[in-house]
């Protein structure tokens, strides 16, 4: 007898085909996004929606409230009050790569080795939270809000 059941592979894979990925404007246009798009997940860039030097502060709030995942190079946004409160208040799901010294392809590499982690990850927990991403692809919570 099968079991009627759901597998968890299952409802990771729906999660995953909902999930809408920003990138950050420091991890460029095009490798990242390629490559990410080229496993069927949708992907937003920076520069098709604010200025290119738009503060963190400003873009977070709105791609909060779109429900879209960031995805960035740079580790350190943690550390800053400021754009960490804005991470938190617009309950954003946030994973940095934990090397910056990356080139596109490297980065591209990285997010797509993380992504089955970043989905079991977004299955697990609520934003707001910020997690690093290795090259290897790797994926650990550095922060996570109680709010």
Known sequence: MRSKKRSGANS??????SLVFFLDRNLGTKHVA??????GVTVEVHNDHFLQDAK??????EVGKRGWVVLT????????????????????????LASGNLNGEEMAQAF??????????LAKYRP????????????????????
């Open 12 to 17: 990771t894979e729906k999660l995953r085909e």
């Open 34 to 39: 390629s490559a990410l798009r080229a496993t």
């Open 56 to 61: 963190d502060e400003v873009w977070l709030p």
């Open 73 to 96: 190079k740079d580790d350190r946004i943690r550390y800053r009050p400021t754009e960490l409160a804005a991470v938190i208040d617009a309950h954003v799901a946030l994973f940095a």
């Open 128 to 147: 707001p939270f910020i997690a690093k991403v290795t090259r290897s692809g790797e994926v650990s919570i550095v922060f996570k809000s109680d709010t």
């Open 112 to 121: 797509v080795a993380a992504l089955p982690r970043m989905t079991r990850v």
